[in-house]
């Protein structure tokens, strides 16, 4: 019998954003949060780690992931460097802050979670550099370079990631965000979990996979879905049977999507980077 404990060793990835389809699936904003938050939970319960990439918009994804540290992880030492929730700050994201809101930030998530700036190259970047450096707006050739570097290094810090939701318009970097980080999962051979059921971007790559149908409102374009089209459900590596990754890729359903998600959890604990 797989020992729940091993799971401890495993960092697990988060992407999400807005889904444009909420309203066409009968659903609200407040769903994809709601579903969000509870497997953002559930994973922590579990004893794994959480890491998100995204910014300190007020009121945003970030910010759920928070809350839930502060709720649902111990409180730990900073000296122990094990916290609930790290989000990195892509270099873009954090050099148009002042100083003074990123650490008021930092202050405020002692001891619960870990806020990570990071440099052009996609590495962590000291508070005492960042002091140094000037605020200021971003180009969109950097915004491109410092989100897939960024993906890269925390792709070399995860042992897995789960997708839900997704934009695929007005997005920042050369491909949809949730598109680009599923696609450096699936070929890296991490395990890569789809929940599909909140439509986005998500679903998009569900049919790429050929999990789930493609919609009746037809196949929809954006840069770099062709990419998908390498890779089928036997590349997300995480052991489910047919059915499962199937039902995984379309249930609305929290408690069904969290049951799949740990239970893979538990059967891939020997593929744990730590």
């Not at 000296?79 to 100083?99: C, K, P, R």
């Not at 930030?105 to 590495?123: P, Q, S």
């Not at 390498?230 to 049951?259: K, V």
């Amino acid at each position: 019998m797989s020992n729940p404990d091993a799971v401890r060793q495993h960092v697990v990835a988060v992407s999400t954003s807005e889904s444009p389809d909420m309203a066409v699936l009968g659903l609200s904003d407040g769903h994809l949060c709601d579903a969000m938050t509870e497997i953002a939970r559930r994973v922590l319960n579990f004893g794994s780690r959480l890491v998100y990439g995204g910014d300190l918009r007020q009121h945003g994804f970030s910010d759920l992931l928070f809350e839930i540290a502060a709720r649902h992880h111990p409180v730990v030492e900073a000296a122990e460097q094990h916290f609930g929730v790290t989000n990195y700050l892509d270099w873009l994201a954090h050099i148009g802050m002042s100083m003074e809101r990123i650490e008021a930030a930092i202050e405020a998530l002692a001891g619960t979670a870990e806020l990570v700036c990071m440099d052009m190259k996609g590495e962590p970047l000291p508070m005492r550099q960042r002091r140094q450096v000037e605020a200021r707006q971003a180009t969109e050739a950097e915004w491109s370079e410092g989100l897939m570097t960024m993906r890269q290094h925390m792709l070399e810090n995860t042992d897995a990631r789960i997708v839900l939701g997704g934009r695929i318009e007005n997005y920042m970097g050369a491909m949809p965000g949730i598109a680009e980080e599923a696609l450096l999962t699936l070929q890296d051979g991490q395990p890569l979990f789809v929940v599909g059921g909140f439509g986005g971007c998500t679903r998009d790559i569900a049919e790429n996979l050929h999990l789930v149908e493609q919609q009746t409102l037809g196949h929809r374009v954006w840069p770099g879905r062709e990419e998908l089209d390498n890779f089928s459900a036997a590349d997300l590596n995480y052991g489910l049977s047919a059915e499962d990754n199937a039902t995984l890729a379309r249930t609305p359903h929290i408690d069904q999507a969290e049951a799949l998600i740990l239970h893979s959890l538990l059967k891939v604990t020997g593929t744990g980077r730590r």
